[in-house]
């Protein structure tokens, strides 16, 4: 979707901002055996309640601050760390185990830089597509990915719930994984960027009581911030602060208009 023209600070900056999720936002691996499904089933239903309450809040953001009509894409992703077996086999028994848990059926593998990793997908009814991407780290360690993806949120209602599925699949499997959202459409605002960004940091500010801007960045295509934001659950740190949304705005050369994206808690996808 990106520019040919797209400088390379962006591309540094969306590394960053993975970097921060995996590293700082507190991805849990699995839980020990000892947790009962009743703990289990509760930890589920706090984490498919926020989020359901979380995509309901993106959605209206996004409505406000892109141009009337616009489709939302929205990409959302479930990651964690699963601890089983060091064996090849049991690996390849765990993902199919997910991937059935997940409706997605067969996967297929494939050496993914010296690390056997394993993929299924499948499109939902409503247009959603979801896949899984399992890579194994080594000692019985692996690393999942539960990515769920729609070209138009409005049009995916099926998208919160098999969202929330999702989640309690991987729990449920022995991943206690974290979510993170990326909204991204059309901007409202038009110009340059900086002054787009503002103006659509006030229509989110209506929304949000309390958002204050902690991080920025810029350069010759891209104005973005990061913000910490009362009542918000979901946030991940960096340095002293605690972010739980961000906003980047990015002209596209080619057709010189802007587009926005907004990341709960930060923006895992390219501007």
Known sequence: MGNKGRSKGILVLVLAGICALLLLSGFRSAEPA????????????????????????????GGEASAPGA????????????????????????????????????????????????????????????????????????????????????????????????????????IAAEWNASLQAPAKAQGGTQAALLAAEQLLAAELPGIQAEESYADVSTSSHSYSVPGLQRMVSSGNHALALQLAVHKNVNTDENRITLGMPLITIEY
């Open 34 to 61: 000892g947790v009962s499904g009743v703990q289990k089933n509760a930890v589920a239903s706090t984490t498919a309640g926020e989020l359901r309450e979380s995509l309901a809040l993106l959605t209206s953001l």
């Open 71 to 174: 489709p939302l894409r929205l990409v959302l992703k479930w990651q964690g760390e699963y601890s089983g077996e060091e064996a090849a086999e049991a690996a390849e028994a765990a993902v199919q185990s997910l991937s059935n848990r997940l409706g997605l059926g067969e996967i297929s593998s494939a050496d993914d830089e010296g690390h056997r990793a394993w993929r299924s997908a499948t499109q939902l009814s409503g247009g959603t597509q979801l896949t899984l991407f399992w890579s194994e780290l080594g000692g019985g360690r692996s690393y999942c990915i539960v990515t769920l993806e729609t070209a138009d949120l409005l049009g995916s209602p099926e998208l919160p719930d098999a969202a929330a599925d999702a989640g309690e699949a991987m729990l449920q499997a022995g």
